[in-house]
């Protein structure tokens, strides 16, 4: 049996934010959203169980065959926000070096294939299903969510609150 550390740390993280955080928490009167955020790779069906196909847009869904297992998550994350573009707004992402290495890989490796977004922000759905058309080398991930404005604020706000928790001392 595998165990990948850095993903349990993660979800910890997750669930402590999501039940609360102590007495820092307690001063405000309120517990502390918390918002998960991966990022799946489409793929070729090939029969086994490491890939499935997900609904993407819930008015209009369509399916998109993706691995299983995310190439990126919310614990790269170092900063989220809601930010306008014509015709509405977009949710963007700046990853840590680290993440930022990893998406500048695969979206070198996979143009034309699609990138499966995933969010957990008190429902799981998956959000955007944009085509790679070119390397993103500087960590700056944007995309348009199936999600109205409150909900997305909803995530950047959890997506925040993940990041300052992982990188506080």
Request: charged letters at 25%; aromatic letters at 10%.
């Amino acid at each position: 049996m595998r165990i990948c550390i850095n993903r349990f740390n993660t979800y910890f993280l997750v669930a402590l934010l999501a039940a609360g955080c102590g007495s820092a928490c307690k001063s405000f009167g309120r517990k502390k959203e918390a918002s998960t955020l991966r990022l799946h790779l489409e793929v070729i069906s090939d029969g086994s169980d490491r890939n499935e196909p997900v609904p993407i847009y819930r008015a209009n869904p369509i399916f998109v065959n993706v691995e299983k297992q995310p190439f990126l998550n919310e614990g790269s994350i170092t900063k989220a926000s809601v930010v306008g573009v014509m015709g509405g707004f977009a949710i963007f992402v700046q990853y840590d070096r680290k993440g930022t290495w990893l998406l500048e890989q695969y979206t070198t490796a996979n143009k034309g294939r699609r990138i499966a977004v995933m969010s957990q922000f008190g429902e799981v759905r998956w959000l955007a299903a944009p085509v790679i058309t070119k390397r993103i080398s500087d960590g700056a991930f944007v995309f348009t969510p199936d999600a109205t404005r409150e909900e997305a604020d909803r995530i950047v706000r959890g997506l925040n609150n993940v990041a300052k928790e992982m990188q506080s001392p």
